[in-house]
């Protein structure tokens, strides 16, 4: 990397960066959970190198820290991958003591190919798909998650954060200005450093659970959007432990409150055009938007272990619980699996509500994606719209892990647009994480049958 890389930089690096001196540049990449691994270098370190190297074994770990028995036919060699630098994602870490850089790095192999397995690149491969059928994606992610109180046992409940006004923070506030105002601390600190990081939050709202908020994001790139919700994770956590409470993006960490979603909007430009081809030239509903709805309905189970990725997403599907039950697809109606917002011609687009918050953003965006793709590549039709309560339909998805499971690795469909490798090595991460939690007795478990069976 030439000397003068600094002249690369987005504005918003340059900005912050302005007369100041830049210390430390974070190198990191996204592994399978979305958690940040890299290298911290000096600033007149990362100038000078090209790139830098980890093992692929990171992509191998479980959520535990244990090892899935993924590394394939070689054997686990722990090969180091080159990392390459995208100089675009270069951002801000204002939380930190010195004047900081973050970079997202692309994994690759020694003949320069991409790891298939790594996120950032899963995504990156299905987007292609789209741009060589001559479309654009395009998606608008929701970030949902509970500010909870500082919480150093596993064995305790967790429980919400206290507020300004000194009292916890209630629930069923949804949208209660009152209720934001009681996280206005945290919240100034996540706007903060946000504008450091060059990141636009359309609105952040109070949600239905005791200290749950949202934040949405702007529609955009698929690849930039997965990028800017890994950021914010991060930016979410650091703001939330200023001040003295912890941040959480499980998918249902409180029983009696409603989970987090990462609710995701997606609609498709032609790129020739620049028309959403979701609408027809007098402004109607067309076969592609059809498609993309009936590839959803049918290709959603098959990727609903990516979508839910851990034992306590499946927590978060409970009737009447502000969280799907099923497949079922209505227009403006949140009581459905896949809905179809209020918009007109140019903006219609399509959600899918069945995402949790705890998935990787990367990898959740590409199996979303890759249903719609499927769908209208396989010209699919979509079941007739649902009016009406949907929690009153039966319920058609996975409730546990393991059957998700089941599904995923017999999706091939699925597959050959994710990538075949990469769901290998998915699958076995995976099923070694559920492996390890059948192993653990729960504390109802110790109550109700010690003693009684």
């Not at 690369?8 to 990191?28: G, N």
């Not at 003295?244 to 995701?264: N, Q, V, W």
């Not at 059948?438 to 049958?449: A, G, T």
Request: proline share 6%; charged share 25%.
């Amino acid at each position: 990397m030439s000397t003068d890389w600094t002249s690369k930089l987005p504005d918003a690096a340059k900005e912050y960066l302005t007369d100041r001196r830049l210390d430390e540049v974070e190198c990191i990449i996204s592994d399978l959970p979305g958690i940040a691994r890299g290298k911290a270098v000096p600033a007149s370190k990362f100038g000078k190198q090209p790139y830098f190297h980890l093992p692929d074994s990171i992509f191998y770990q479980t959520i535990t820290g244990d090892w899935g028995e993924a590394a394939g036919e070689e054997g686990f060699i722990e090969r180091d991958m080159i990392l390459k630098p995208d100089m675009s994602t270069a951002s801000a870490a204002p939380w930190t003591g010195d004047w900081t850089l973050q970079v997202i790095h692309d994994a690759y192999d020694r003949k320069d190919k991409p790891i298939p397995y790594s996120p950032r690149n899963v995504l990156k491969r299905v987007v292609d798909l789209y741009r060589k059928q001559g479309w654009e994606p395009v998606v608008a992610p929701e970030m949902e998650f509970y500010l909870v109180a500082r919480n150093l046992d596993p064995a305790k409940k967790i429980e919400p954060m206290m507020g300004r006004s000194g009292r916890p923070a209630a629930a069923r506030q949804a949208y209660s200005m009152t209720a934001v105002d009681e996280f206005g601390p945290v919240i100034d600190d996540i706007y903060d450093f946000a504008e450091a990081q060059g990141f636009e939050i359309d609105g952040i709202t109070q949600e239905g659970g005791a200290g749950q908020l949202e934040i949405n994001l702007l529609h955009g790139d698929p690849v930039k959007l997965a990028d800017e919700v890994f950021y914010f994770k991060r930016l979410i956590r650091e703001a939330a432990m200023r001040h003295d409470c912890f941040a959480t993006f499980m998918a249902k960490p409180i029983a009696e409150e409603p989970g987090s979603a990462m609710h995701i909007h997606h609609s498709v430009v032609d790129i020739e055009t620049g028309q959403n081809i979701f609408s027809g030239p007098q402004g109607g509903e067309t076969d592609a938007f059809f498609h993309f709805l009936g590839g959803m309905q049918k290709y959603l189970p098959s990727a609903i272990a990516v979508l839910a990725p851990y034992v306590n997403s499946y927590r978060r599907y409970v009737r009447d619980h502000a969280a799907p039950i099923n497949l079922a697809w209505g227009r403006d109606n949140r009581t459905t699996g896949i809905r179809v917002p209020l918009s007109g011609p140019a903006s219609r687009r399509i959600e899918n509500r069945l995402a949790g918050m705890d998935c990787n953003p990367y990898l959740g965006i590409a199996a979303s994606l890759a249903c719609g793709y499927l769908g209208m590549m396989n010209e699919c039709w979509p079941d007739k719209q649902f009016k009406g309560d949907a929690y009153d339909g039966e319920e058609d998805i996975p409730r546990v892990m393991g059957d998700a499971l089941d599904v995923f690795e017999g999706a091939k469909e699925m597959h050959e647009v994710l990538g075949e490798e990469f769901a290998r090595v998915y699958s076995i991460v995976k099923r070694t994480e559920y492996e390890e939690f059948l192993q653990v007795i729960s504390p109802w478990e110790r109550e109700h049958l010690l003693l009684n069976v």
